[in-house]
């Protein structure tokens, strides 16, 4: 039942106002009321309701307006599921009224009427006409189903499962939960519930400020986010109006008297602009429909504010409606030639369409007095969709190849997307309100990720796509691809390159997730701070719940990335420090050779020799950096060559992502391969790397390629290479 309803024995105020969308308050001039059927009188259908249903062969008076909205969107549909679901809807919620004292069956009537202007499909009506039945009267959903169908017994148990909500700050997180559920399943369900909404917020005028005010900031901070989310602007736009009257008076008010004030002016230069837009069209032969469509209060007060003192054209956009894709982009060329552009305003969300099913071109042109006008050009079919976003798609769930089943030859919008009825938004939030550990966790995340009006998407390296909001980092990709999963996330690849799993994403981006192999692998703690979407924050915030972190904040650092300074990890036995390294033979023999620090040769490596202080020969990797230096300074080369002694000593960086053990896991794949660590270092991290150097001694040469390849192999380890030092042989 809706919360303006009350039983009959206590009967609300008997002569209530309704509150009006802003556009049609009185005092508001014609020219700036939307082109929209007469509202129906609630009163005289409350009246007709009283005198109980027409004769089983009519449709009753009562849902004569439904019948007329219905058949204008769709001229085939059937009525009779629309005249027996008002029968019973009326018999069973005859005697109740609602706190305006007006019969209750006129609330879910104002319902299916507002479904059935902007489109919907015969099984919503009907639905909607008994979407209060079973929660308030003695219905039950097996008479439903028994009488209408499957399909209408689960939108109305799916509207039922919202249930009465007090909203109070307990029960308001848990019933939109439940809403989101069900509304994953069909989102005709959320279709009902904002039609519902802006019914009451229409009424909310025999209620007390204080709870008029409670649920116009729960209209506010959820159901009209969601409006936008499934491309309703028709519903937003009004919400958004009652909302701004309810919380924000005054300015509503000022903002009223601007719209009055510039209705009674001599002149429209918006007006003017559309004449001239339709002779340019006229004249290019494209066929169009240019509409003057003024601006909602809310608009306006945003225009006013960001603009400063308003100007006549200020006060609305130019619509142009046309027949085909193409044609918009021709309207766009010869507006663009005859007239005078703004460059900057230009978008196109036809080649682009917003998350939420919409596509238009948006332009402006100005004229030589400086007015600028806005101009918005579409498809008819894109308008529609426009207006009533997932509303206009009939019923998303029926195959292509067949017919609606209440009969009316509906076909489902050919649209884009694969799945126009599940955009990336709403999957995520689906996916993610299961592991909300409370209501309250749930109800502020909901709130954060319906604040986010904008989404990307990005492609997998499997050719797959993910759908992300705006400002979202690597650790949200990981997230959404992986789930729980992504704790062993170890780094990625963003259009090839490696990036930090901080790297915020951009639109169009190629990511490729590196997963280590760990089972038993954690996320970081630091990648809270770059997680964006809800999915990422309560799945690490979930673990932190369940991993607190040690009391020495400084030690847990420590163990995550390895120890700050760098520090010589402990050596191996004495024994395998003094094993006998790989030798060189100089020319002439018998002179003193050393091994070059800055390259480190070993065998095989070609080799080169410089003659340094004290008669000693440095052995140098021939594609050395030190050893051109010295070439190109004229010193000269000293023929080297290898020994035949098989032990070697070399120089190894590891460069990997931060995460708890990485240092202990490297030293133990060195060990499996037989080889000594002589010395390591581990530099402090930098934007969650770590850079780890190991002098190691191995028995032969033959061993390095394998060595290479095992160290690489551990999670985490993204590159390993020789050691290429600044040159120090040139002494």
Known sequence: MSAEATNPAKPGPATPADRRPASLEPGVPPAHRKKARARIDLRRLGRAALLGPAARDRLPDAIGHVAEAHRAHHPDAKLEPLRRAYVLAESSHRGQMRKSGEPYITHPLAVTLILAELGAETTTLTASLLHDTVEDTEVTLDQVREEFGDEVCYLVDGVTKLEKVDYGAAAEPETFRKMLVATGNDVRVMSIKLADRLHNMRTLGVMRPEKQARIAKVTRDVLIPLAERLGVQALKTELEDLVFAILHPEEYEHTRELIVENASRSDDPLAEIAEEVRV??????????VLIRP???????????????MRGADFGRLLVLVNEDADCYG?????HTCLTPVVSEFKDFIAVPKFNLYQSLHTAVTRGDGQVAEVLIRTHQMHKVAEAGVIALGNPYAPPSEEQP????????????ADPTRPGWLSRLLDWQQGAPDPDTFWSTLREDLAQDREITVFRADGGSLGLPEGASCVDAAYAQYGEDAHA???????????????????????????????ASEPSREWLEHAHTAAARIAIQRWMATHPAPGDEEAARASATGPRPPVAAPARPAETQTARPASAVADPPGASVRMAGCCTPVPPDEVTGFAVRGGVVTVHRVECAGA???KSAGRPEVGVRWGDTTEFRVTLVAESFGRPHLLADLTEAIAAEGVAVVSATVEPPSQQRVRHTYTLQLPDAAHLPGLMRAMRNVPGVYDVSRAQHPATAAQ
């Open 280 to 289: 340019v069209l006229r004249d290019a032969g494209i066929q169009a429909e």
């Open 331 to 335: 309207v766009l060329g010869e507006l």
């Open 295 to 309: 601006r909602h209060f809310v608009s306006v007060h945003r225009v006013s504010r960001k603009r400063g003192p």
């Open 489 to 519: 996330c170890i780094g990625a690849r963003v259009n090839g390159r490696l990036a930090t799993l901080s790297t915020v994403l951009k639109d169009g981006d190629t990511v490729q997730l590196l997963m280590g192999q760990d089972p």
């Open 628 to 630: 051109a230096r010295m």
């Open 406 to 417: 209440d009969g009316g030859g509906e076909r489902p919008f050919d649209g884009e997307r």
